[in-house]
């Protein structure tokens, strides 16, 4: 059973910064894509930026020029680099992966922005 642990979240001003990971407890090679989410209060989930395998990236419009998605495939590890944050980056950020047999999603870390 693949499992994805997210970390990195917490309380930050507006205009600071935030590295998330989200690591695997598998090769990350098997997966076809990574992908972060977030889902804000009383908002649906939507998809923040996605890493293919062959390392094609895909990022928001919303998020653009500010969030980086990375992946280290030695640590099996995803990251998201969140730089010049706003209050309304205030989420929940989960991870996911996809493979032949399923996706798989972590249990979220909770990003907080203050004005």
């Known amino acids: 059973q693949v499992q994805l642990v997210e970390s990195g979240g917490g309380l930050v001003q507006a205009g600071g910064s935030l590295r998330l990971s989200c690591a695997a407890s598998?090769?990350?090679?098997?997966?076809?894509?990574m992908s972060w989410y977030r889902q804000a209060p009383g908002k649906q989930r939507e998809r923040v930026a996605t890493?293919?395998?062959?390392?094609?990236?895909n990022v928001a419009d919303s998020v653009k020029g500010r969030f980086t998605i990375s992946r280290d495939t030695a640590k099996n590890t995803m990251y998201l680099q969140m730089n010049s944050l706003k209050p309304e980056d205030t989420a929940v950020y989960y991870c996911?992966?996809?493979?032949?047999?399923?996706?798989?999603w972590g249990q979220g870390t909770q990003v907080t922005v203050s004005s």
């Open positions: 996911r992966a996809v493979d032949g047999l399923g996706n798989y």
């Open positions: 598998g090769s990350i090679f098997s997966f076809n894509v």
């Open positions: 890493i293919a395998a062959g390392g094609r990236i």
